[in-house]
């Protein structure tokens, strides 16, 4: 299985970008997939996770109500919807499958290679 995250750039502040994440090589069915994201010098963190086959989906606080993870399994894409950007949303962006419960209870099994965002103020 392989993931392909794209779509990142330079954005304003207040802009809104949409980022993706192909995945080639097999079916996910069971899985849950994430989004997460590493600013230099900090550490990988959750930012948002849906479950492959629908459902539920789990964000950090401090993207709630402006980001929005979706998947289309037609076309094997997991999706970020980012809204009302600030420069702390500055990061790189990695796509992840495996099992993720929370940001301290997770296990995953592949990662994607980042795609970059940085949001000038």
């Known amino acids: 299985v392989q993931l392909q995250a794209s779509g990142g750039g330079l954005v304003h502040a207040g802009d809104s970008l949409r980022i993706s994440c192909t995945v080639t090589?097999?079916?996910?069915?069971?899985?849950?997939m994430g989004w997460f994201r590493q600013a230099p010098g900090t550490e990988r963190t959750l930012v948002g996770r849906i479950p492959w086959s629908g459902g539920k989906t789990l964000y950090a606080d401090s993207v709630k109500g402006r980001f929005t993870i979706s998947r289309d399994s037609a076309k094997n894409t997991l999706y970020l919807q980012m809204n009302s950007l600030k420069p702390e949303d500055t990061a790189v962006y990695y796509c992840a499958e495996g099992l993720i419960v929370s940001d301290q209870a997770k296990e995953i099994h592949y990662w994607g290679q980042g795609t970059e965002l940085t949001v000038s103020s």
């Open positions: 090589g097999g079916t996910l069915s069971t899985s849950d």
